[in-house]
């Protein structure tokens, strides 16, 4: 009996990438900039090194079906490599695994490259809070401490 072969690196990542409007509107670049992580780990499954190299890389504009990522300008190095005729054609197969939508890399340098702002951490109080919530549990308080 003749195994089935496991499928190729691209094809997992395909398959773990999130739906995609297939044939659906072209998306806004607010869309793309959210599904960028997500084009991410898809590189990363055909090429690490590349993922990494990108990781520095943000969605900026979108003409068309031309999306432009920029590096900061300190990022000659990962720029130039990003541009590699192999590196783009990833990029490509990525965005269109994860978008459904045919969209070509452009990369450029930029002095200011927009960086999404991570929320600030949860306080311990909005840990509790949350821990509360999630288990359905409540604080239990010993005679010699205060409420909080």
């Known amino acids: 009996a003749a195994e089935e072969p496991e499928p190729a690196p691209?094809?997992?990542?395909?398959?773990?990438?999130?739906?995609?409007a297939i044939g659906?509107?072209?998306?806004?670049?607010?869309?793309?900039?959210?599904?960028?992580?997500?084009?991410?780990?898809?590189?990363?499954a055909e090429n690490g090194l590349l993922a990494a190299i990108l990781a520095s890389a943000h969605p900026v504009a979108l003409d068309g079906a031309v999306l432009t990522l920029a590096f900061p300008q300190s990022e000659a190095f990962s720029h130039r490599k990003a541009e590699d005729g192999g590196n783009r054609e990833i990029v490509a197969r990525a965005?269109?695994?994860?978008?459904?939508?045919e969209l070509r890399p452009d990369f450029e340098l930029r002095d200011e490259v927009p960086i999404a702002e991570e929320p600030p951490p949860p306080t311990e109080e909005e840990l509790i809070a949350r821990l509360k919530e999630a288990f359905d549990a409540e604080e239990l308080i010993h005679d010699d401490e205060e409420p909080a």
Do not use: F, I, N, Q
């Open 24 to 44: 659906g509107p072209a998306p806004e670049l607010d869309a793309l900039v959210d599904l960028w992580p997500a084009v991410l780990d898809t590189v990363r």
């Open 10 to 20: 691209a094809a997992v990542a395909v398959a773990d990438a999130p739906p995609a």
């Open 95 to 101: 965005l269109r695994a994860v978008t459904g939508h």
